[in-house]
């Protein structure tokens, strides 16, 4: 990671599930040294969020796939930071950070004395990131946010689905929210390299989630009109949709009229192009049931694979509707080895997505797997505190710090 765009950058990471586990993995991706806080008891939840669940080299049952799709590059140490020397922990090594990264109810924190505030005493530049379902003002504040029920009240379930609102497949109010928070960390730090200090970054799902609607919240608030359910099609181009082919589906993506003229050609239908209910895409939009309907006939009389060559030849953006399993044995997918592997203690290679981000000059790293639970709390507190070995066995005998890597506090000596 000592090559990484932030390898000079350290990372206190109090945040457990998702949201802030997917911040400071981007972050570690990118060099940060992020030392993932975790309760000793259990650790993180997403832990045990199986199966599946990998296995140890001895058969063993290991951690959920949840937990490892947002943690790689991290060290873990068990630390209550209920106790008074869990507290004290904490804040000596925030006081070495510059980033805190938590995802606690509004306001728990401060009864730790871990919050924005209590930590800034300690460090004036750090930059602290609260993420939260609602943020850290307003009527909701204190209420618990859940992906699910932020895209429910957040407005994108509506708007997802044929006959009834859906979720999306995927956690996106989490995910998206950890990308945001990303963003924002490495503004703040520019910020406070440029001289501005530190700051507080107020991260709510809530936001996010709104944020997200993009064209969508923008046509409701130009027209006044509350978007409904449009299954997979585009509320404003058409035909940007998936249809039927006489043995599965192909997902078509016209952007523009030059791109329908072209669509047009290859199903054989050149007259479409001077047709005025469909030569424009507001006049498709417009005619949308009468154009889709002929679309879909014609496309149901052959395969997709047929359809896929025809249009893409012709130049216009299609595919087929891939599983995971399709996904992975893409060919595109190969090229750009978005499947990786990492060493992962007591299991062996583990497999990992590939971050997205390409930098020529300094491109994330796949240094080490997700860590165990508390992998390396004796290594942290004897690198970033000086711990001794005294205190280190001390703690351990209390339950304030448990490492699981493996070490045990040296004996002997004057505990120095």
């Known amino acids: 990671m000592s090559t990484g765009a932030l390898s000079h950058i350290r990372v206190l990471d109090l945040s457990r599930v998702l949201a802030g586990p997917w911040c400071t993995q981007i972050l570690g991706d990118l060099g940060a040294d992020v030392i993932k806080v975790e309760n000793p008891d259990g650790g993180d939840d997403t832990r045990g969020w199986g199966p599946p ?17 947002a943690n790689r590059n991290k060290r873990s140490i068990a630390v209550d930071f209920r106790t008074e020397d869990g507290r004290g922990i904490i804040r000596d090594l925030a006081a070495q950070s510059d980033v805190v990264v938590e995802n606690f109810r509004t306001g728990g924190l401060a009864k730790y004395g871990l919050d924005y505030a209590s930590l800034k005493s300690l460090r004036e530049d750090i930059v602290y990131c609260s993420i939260t379902g609602f943020g850290q003002d307003g009527p909701s504040a204190q209420l618990p946010g859940y992906d699910f029920l932020i895209q429910a009240m957040g407005g994108v379930m509506s708007i997802t689905g044929h006959d009834q609102p859906t979720k999306v497949g995927l956690p996106i109010a989490d995910l998206f929210t950890g990308v945001y928070a990303a963003g924002a960390i490495m503004a703040a730090l520019t910020a406070r390299d440029r001289g501005a200090g530190g700051q507080h970054i107020d991260m709510a799902l809530f936001d996010v989630q709104v944020a997200m609607l993009a064209n969508q919240a923008m046509n409701y608030l130009v027209s006044g009109r509350p978007p409904g359910l449009t ?51 507001a006049g498709r939009v417009e005619n949308r049931e009468v154009l889709v309907s002929e679309i879909t006939l014609i496309l149901a009389e052959k395969t997709t694979a047929h359809w896929r060559a025809a249009l893409e030849a012709a130049g216009v953006p299609c595919g087929p509707i891939q599983d995971l399993e399709g996904v992975f044995a893409d060919p595109q997918a190969q090229s750009r080895a978005l499947k990786r592997a990492l060493e992962m203690t007591g299991v062996g290679d583990t497999p990992a997505v590939a971050n997205p981000m390409r930098l020529s000059a300094t491109p994330p790293a796949y240094a080490s797997a997700p860590p165990r639970l508390g992998e390396h709390t004796f290594e942290v507190l004897r690198e970033r505190l000086g711990a001794p070995e005294k205190a280190l066995s001390e703690w351990a005998q209390a339950g304030v710090v448990r490492d699981f890597g493996g070490n045990r506090p040296e004996s002997g000596g004057d505990g120095t």
């Open 53 to 69: 669940f990998v296995k140890g080299a001895d058969g063993a049952r290991g951690d959920a796939a949840y937990y490892l799709c």
């Open 231 to 281: 299954g997979n099609a585009h509320p404003n181009i058409v035909p940007y949709q998936d249809f039927p082919t006489s043995d599965g589906r192909i997902a078509v993506a016209v952007g523009s009229d030059r791109q329908f003229v072209r669509f047009a050609a290859a199903l054989g239908r050149e007259g479409w192009a001077d047709d005025p209910r469909f030569a424009t895409n």
